[in-house]
Nanobody
Framework: VQLQASGGGSVQAGGSLRLSCAAS????????MGWFRQAPGKEREFVVG????????KYTDSVKGRFTVSGDNAENTMYLQMNSLKPEDTAVYYC????????????????????WGQGTLVTVSS
């Protein structure tokens, strides 16, 4: 599976960005998709996960109410709409997928995901 993330950029606090992640290859085996981020000097952290069937999502507390994940299973694409951005959201954002699993389950640890995109940088200035 290959993942191509895009949509990062620089915005001021309070602004919005929309990230996209397009999957190709063995997409029929994808059972979970998620977004993670890594700020300078920090470990990679979970942001949001989405189940294969799209019915279930899980957000980390710091982005609840501001970020929204969506997906187009037909196009094997996942989106992350980020509103009300804060300087602490500054990080490299990575999309990831898990092959196999349970269609309604959301996966949220780095070790559960097997394939990762190249990352896209989001910079939020105050």
């Amino acid at each position: 599976v290959q993942l191509q993330a895009s949509g990062g950029g620089s915005v001021q606090a309070g602004g919005s960005l929309r990230l996209s992640c397009a999957a190709s290859g063995r997409t029929f085996s994808i059972y979970g998709m998620g977004w993670f981020r890594q700020a300078p000097g920090k470990e990679r952290e979970f942001v949001v996960g989405r189940s294969r069937d799209g019915r279930n999502t899980k957000y980390t507390d710091s982005v609840k109410g501001r970020f929204t994940v969506s997906g187009d299973n037909a196009e094997n694409t996942m989106y992350l709409q980020m509103n009300s951005l804060k300087p602490e959201d500054t990080a490299v954002y990575y999309c990831a997928v898990k092959l196999g699993g349970i269609s309604y389950r959301v996966y949220y640890t780095t070790r559960e995901y097997e394939y990762w995109g190249q990352g896209t940088l989001v910079t939020v200035s105050s």
